[in-house]
């Protein structure tokens, strides 16, 4: 675990949202896999009827907003995802000298983030990008975007699950305050529908894509008027198989399915509803505390975006009364699940109308388990 109080003036000047062109409600998502579910069980039927196999569940659109308000999700591509004969997107492999589609959706969310921190590619010598899942292990996609962007200094990918984004953040506040770098940008795309187990009920809905990006500098260098100071941030993991993604090179070595149900996203809803909720909340309380900030007197909390209800808790234990949708946005009902991006997102949505002085808290969760957050006050520059 780590937390500390950092040296003055490291600021976060700029945010930037990419959203695909493309979206798929609930209802659209609902009749593809309920097509899908009964022709699995009329093909099965003899096995279901003798206890062999399980039958797939039918779903609803309500099921899925009262479990866990997602009403729609972003999509790079909703080709496929919507076939019941093949419940994945079609995303067609790219040449290795055209930019890869994680790298484009980070170049998309890094040319906004760039322009409203006033920046340029030139200003910047350091990029991480930090997401649940890479599309290859290596060359890595940050690098990727570097040299897409003309970036000359360094870049690195991470991953920490649903914290990959606060993670990546503290790497870069890290950075600037030892000196190792002067500005650094920071990229959460997260291309996660091809993880995604269109044929599961209870987790076929969860995810969206998206990327999202941010530029962290000194305060002196800043070039715009206001920004978002960062006074303190704070990390911490805790070993859980509750929520897993095994799919991995070693598949080939153990002469199992690569692409296998028990490869892709999957977790324990349950016990990770009753584990982390508890856990986010003391883990913000204390870094508040840490800080000498008083939970009730916090403007807004952009919270991880993975469930209403986590986040209806979590605010609760925090906040008591006074919780609200305008103190803890929420993005999730139009982006579903965007993995580490959530926070950011809400961050990026919901920051501008703060005023000097105000704080706030960027807080993620997610597999390890994983808890990442950055207590930041806004600052007139």
Known sequence: MSAYKLPEGIVISGTGLWTPPEAISNEELVDAYNTYAR???????????????????????????????????????????LDPERMRPFIPERKDDELCVQAEMGVNAARLALAKAGKHASDVDMV????????????????????????????????????????????????????????????????????????????????GD???????????????????????TKAKTLYSNNIRSNFGYTARAADVDPFGPDKLFRQNGRKVFKEVCPMAAAHIEKHLGETGTDPREVSRYWLHQANINMNNLITKKLMGDDASVERAPVVLDRYANTASAGSVIAFNLYSDDLTPGERGIICSFGAGYSIGSLVVEKVAV
């Open 39 to 81: 022709h699995y069980n009329r093909v099965n039927a003899q096995e279901i009827d003798a206890g062999a196999m399980q039958p797939k569940p039918q779903s609803s659109a309500a099921f899925i907003e009262n479990a866990s308000g997602i009403k729609s999700r972003y999509v790079v591509t909703r080709e496929g995802i």
């Open 128 to 207: 991480i990008v930090g997401a649940s899942y890479m599309q290859r292990a290596y060359p890595a996609i940050a690098i990727e975007i570097q040299g897409a962007l003309g970036i000359d200094g360094f870049a690195f990918d991470m991953e920490v699950a649903c914290s990959s984004a606060t993670f990546s953040l503290q790497r870069a506040v890290d950075a600037i305050s030892s000196g190792a770098a002067h500005t650094a940008l920071v990229i959460n795309a997260e291309l996660a529908s091809p993880q995604v187990d269109f044929t599961d009920r209870d987790s076929h809905f969860i995810f």
């Open 210 to 232: 998206v990327a999202v990006a941010s530029v962290v500098e000194r305060r002196e260098t800043c070039a715009v008027d206001s920004a978002w100071e960062v006074l303190g």
